[in-house]
């Protein structure tokens, strides 16, 4: 107990001292304006000598969102450039075809580089979302090969039956049925996690059992996700870094639950490894883990694959889920048609082909993502000297940072409706019920999965995952909010509501279910 006051008193200490340095930059800043001229950038935050723009930074801390999609809106070319303390000169951008010259036309000239990697290395150690180089290569080479294959294909088509028909909606029966309040983004990220857990390793988290606690490693993970994330938002870079140094305060806590993750994937690994020597099991029929042990690669390396792979695809899926079913609760019409396309489609048990033909479901979660990204914005960083598109210049080790986030509320990109819910813009020509073939809309203007060599892997994955749940809540149940609140959108490692999404579950009016 007095280790831990010791160190809240110590994170309090780090605190005072960053609210002192503020309070004497701001007073710097007012009383030496006349005296210097802002730092030569048209567009982008007003910037001073020294402390760049950390003075606008701290005063919109809380919208952050918000004020850069304000300041690029304002751009001619959609792009800003930021300065800010103890950090390299950072570019902004919104604009598709710089976005598209980052991750495709010039890709190797813009790695993640070491300033991004070592803010997520501790958790992600040399996953391959982590890495560059040959490192990246190899791993990329090796998880497409798996990713591609029919029998995974098949085996993630086993879970999702087994995760939605047997627990999800027994569970949303029972909420129903007890006329509970649900927490649907909770409950869609203990299913993701299942899931994911399952596809990965190989192993049963049983989170959905709600009278379970949650599991240690969940904790874990959503602590070290979170101290991730506040370090790249982080208003000076050095306060982390020094916390790191000291083993105090969040960078304790963020050790601790790393060590936490890696030990239970270590000791998974290793009863695989176990099973697979004493039942000589083959690895092309089953988990991700079993298929990359079979195939002879080392503990860490399969260690920091899978770790990636869970990170990647637990909180993504539930994120753009819990967003859209509020969406629709939000826009009854679309609600309708979604469900008429839906019934229109439907087969028991939900196969792969019948998942491919629901058009309308993947542009409602399209368009869900457009205003409602699970990841915000990505960085990358300049190997050497560049000029972008729209003619921005670029020095070796600048940071590049493209903003899905802003994108999806630019006018020049989707139009003076761009604030509204509308899936029939990513329809070519929309049916009387809504349906219709989907438009081919380039993945630089709409970068949620990344694009070029990088582009997701498990994109399809995902948006097959996201239809079968959709389509099997939505034939049976109206999801429905508990209140009258906006609910809040917090940008992390993936983004969430905050509080949660509370629910009310009713049975859908005329379903044919029981």
């Not at 639950?257 to 099973?275: D, G, M, P, T, Y």
């Not at 539930?318 to 229109?344: G, K, R």
Request: hydrophobic letters at 40%; one cysteine or more.
């Amino acid at each position: 107990m007095a280790m831990w006051v010791f160190d809240d008193l110590v994170e309090g200490l780090f605190l005072v001292l960053l609210f002192l340095f503020l309070f004497l930059t701001i007073t710097f800043s007012v009383g030496f304006d006349h005296a210097f001229k802002k730092k030569a950038c048209r567009f982008g935050p007003p910037s001073y000598p020294f402390i760049g723009c950390l003075v606008s930074f701290y005063q919109n801390r809380r919208r952050l969102l918000e004020w850069y999609t304000d300041l690029l809106s304002e751009s001619p070319s959609q792009t800003i450039v930021v300065h800010r303390l103890g950090a390299r000169r950072t570019v902004v951008t919104a604009n598709a075809a710089n976005v598209e010259y980052v991750l495709k036309t010039n890709f190797r000239n813009f790695p993640k580089g070491k300033p991004f990697t070592e803010i997520l290395g501790d958790l992600l150690g040399f996953g391959i979302f982590n890495v560059d180089g040959d490192l990246w290569s190899s791993q990329r080479k090796l998880a497409s090969h798996e990713f591609s294959t029919k029998s995974l294909r098949e085996f993630v088509m086993r879970i999702l039956e087994e995760e939605v028909e047997g627990r999800l909606l027994p569970l949303l029966e029972s909420a129903m049925e007890k006329n509970e309040v649900l927490d649907l983004q909770e409950v869609l990220r203990r299913f993701a996690f299942e899931t994911v857990c399952k596809v990965s390793l190989g192993v049963d988290p049983c989170c959905l059992d709600l009278s379970r606690p949650v599991l240690p490693l969940v904790r874990a993970f959503d602590r070290a996700s979170e101290i991730c994330a506040m370090r790249g938002m982080a208003p000076v870079y050095a306060v982390w870094k020094m916390k790191r140094a000291f083993n105090v305060g969040s960078e304790r806590k963020l050790k601790e639950s790393v060590q936490l993750v890696h030990s239970s994937v270590r000791e998974i690994i290793q009863n695989k490894k176990r099973k697979l020597e004493e039942d000589r099991a083959e690895g092309d029929g089953g988990d991700l883990l079993t298929r990359l042990l079979s195939a002879g690669h080392g503990e860490e390396v399969v260690r920091d694959m899978v770790i990636s792979f869970i990170m990647a695809g637990r909180d993504t899926t539930s994120a753009a889920m819990t967003w859209l079913f509020w969406l629709l609760s939000q826009h009854p019409p679309i609600e309708s048609a979604i469900v008429a396309h839906v019934d229109s489609l439907y087969r028991n048990p939900l196969d792969f082909e019948t998942l491919k033909e629901m058009n309308f479901v993947k542009a409602c979660l399209c368009e869900s993502m457009r205003l409602y990204p699970p990841v915000v914005w990505d960085s990358k960083h300049a190997a050497a000297d560049d000029t972008l598109p729209d003619g921005t210049a670029l020095r070796e080790g600048d940071r590049v940072t493209y903003f899905p986030y802003g994108m999806g509320r630019m006018e020049h990109l989707w139009g003076k409706d761009r604030f509204e819910f509308r899936p029939d813009r990513w329809l070519e020509e929309p049916e009387a019920d809504g349906d219709g073939p989907l438009k081919a809309v380039s993945p630089y203007k709409f970068p949620v999965f990344q694009a070029g060599p990088r582009v997701c892997l498990g994109k399809e994955m995902a948006f097959i995952q996201m239809k079968y749940v959709v389509a099997s809540i939505l034939r049976r149940f109206e999801i429905r909010p508990a209140g009258p609140n906006r609910p809040v959108f917090v940008p992390l490692l993936t983004a969430h509501m905050a509080g949660g999404f509370k629910v009310v579950v009713r049975k859908r009016s005329g379903s044919k279910e029981p």
